[in-house]
């Protein structure tokens, strides 16, 4: 039964479409996935599935599904696809980033739109993650990592603490805001077993202090989106009418990426939109700024200093076929970029590629070296492994070439960077990460 409170709000915000809405969250959540189109394009990654999917609305990256078992498929495992609902990738759709820029996703877990953001961007800017909360900040980790992401900063700050480094610096910033959560109730119903004005309230106010740190992390001409999987006004039209009277030099742009939704836009023209589970997605809000020139100035960034450290350098070289390329260290952990990186000062988890770990003058290399896009093309000692061999390892059995030398190998699964081994006496030991492993 819905709700008395959250029935009543609906009814003034949906009008006439409110019995329709309302029939719509008896009907089972439509679940989506997204393509990684880093590594290969859709009818290449469909090859992959053994299940059927259906054209979606929206986003032509994106298709509908109905199986639960899609987290333990091939194309999950070799990172072709991130499990995501419709609606939540269109936020980064709306955002567009593009060329060598950099991009900001403040709140990032668990990493559905830092996913969108890289595809759409062809991991030619330098995205920069971020997660206040440690466990979910973890999940970011790990999806990031399965996917291949490379050209990316993940931080676990206090968003204020990030704004204050990065002031006036980002070309692009994206604001998916910790919200109420109204637009999930198809997929939680327990949503509205707390439901009240009390915690719309408070997410309102968070949002407000959220905004005013990306404001002050945009650049003079950058583009930001706010966002929201809520309903709530307060959440939605009243904080950007907040923010546009607090910052007078943010305007509102159109939002023209969907020609084909019109009856669910509110306010201001088409300058905001709202989605809900009417067109086949669940529930998400986006608003589109632009931030006019104006006569601030800020500090310039701060970059790393690299590291020489010799033995990390010989594997390197060992590994790939790369010779510029920038190499950094945080307590005995080494990471790798194609690009010189901005120094982010504390709690950062991850620098660009996680390449090993020094202890006691052995380099221990790590999955993540293994699975980086942008340097799928470069490892020199690659295996191409076979379907036996892909679903031993994935169960973490050793796989065996009685032919090859000692010493660490990439292996590939039907071309795609899959993990890694060390090879000792014929014997390719299993290095797949024991939690990925069935």
Request: net charge negative; charged share 25%.
């Amino acid at each position: 039964m819905v709700n008395a409170l959250f029935s009543k709000r609906m009814q003034e915000l949906m009008g006439e479409r409110y019995e329709d809405f309302i029939q719509t969250l008896d009907q089972k959540a439509i679940r989506s996935l997204y393509y990684n189109t880093l590594k290969a394009d859709k009818n290449t990654i469909r090859s992959f599935l053994d299940f059927p999917v259906m054209e979606s609305r929206f986003n032509p990256d994106c298709d509908y599904y109905d199986t639960d078992q899609i987290g333990k498929t091939i194309a999950n495992d070799l990172g072709l696809i991130y499990p995501q609902e419709l609606s939540a990738s269109l936020p980064a759709l709306v955002l567009a980033p593009k060329g060598n820029k950099l991009i900001v996703d403040m709140c990032s877990a668990p990493g559905g739109k830092s996913i969108n953001l890289l595809n759409i961007d062809h991991e030619e800017g330098l995205l920069v993650s971020n997660e206040f909360d440690y466990k979910r900040a973890s999940v970011l980790v790990s999806n990031l990592e399965r996917i291949g992401a490379g050209n990316v900063i993940i931080t676990n700050k206090d968003t204020s603490s990030l704004a204050e480094i990065l002031q006036g610096q980002a070309d692009y910033v994206l604001l998916d805001a910790p919200c109420s959560g109204e637009g999930m109730i198809r997929k939680n119903p327990s949503v509205l077993d707390n439901y009240g004005l009390g915690n719309i309230q408070k997410c309102a106010a968070l949002q407000k202090n959220l905004l005013d740190d990306a404001y002050t992390m945009l650049k003079d001409g950058g583009h930001m989106v706010y966002s929201t999987c809520t309903y709530a006004k307060e959440e939605n039209e009243d904080n950007v009418a907040y923010f546009l009277v607090k910052h007078p030099d943010m305007s509102l742009l159109p939002i023209d990426k969907f020609p084909d939704h019109g009856s669910n836009f509110y306010s201001w023209g088409s300058a905001v939109a709202r989605f809900t589970p009417l067109d086949q997605t669940e529930g998400q809000f986006m608003a589109l700024f632009c931030k006019h020139q104006s006569a601030a100035s800020f500090k310039p960034l701060r970059y790393l200093k690299t590291s020489d450290q010799p033995l990390v350098k010989k594997f390197i070289a060992d590994q790939l076929d790369i010779d510029d390329y920038y190499l950094y260290c945080f307590n005995d952990r080494y990471y790798l970029s194609l690009r010189p990186l901005i120094d982010l000062g504390d709690h950062v988890i991850r620098y660009g590629i996680f390449v090993g770990t020094l202890k006691k003058q052995i380099f221990i290399p790590e999955h993540h070296f293994y699975r980086a896009n942008i340097l799928k093309d470069h490892y020199r000692k690659v295996i191409e492994i076979t379907d036996d061999e892909f679903s031993a390892y994935r169960q973490g059995l050793s796989i065996y070439r009685w032919d090859l030398p000692n010493g660490y190998y990439a292996l590939f699964y039907h071309g795609y960077p899959f993990s890694f081994s060390k090879c000792s006496d014929g014997e390719l030991k299993n290095k797949y990460p024991k939690g990925l492993r069935y």
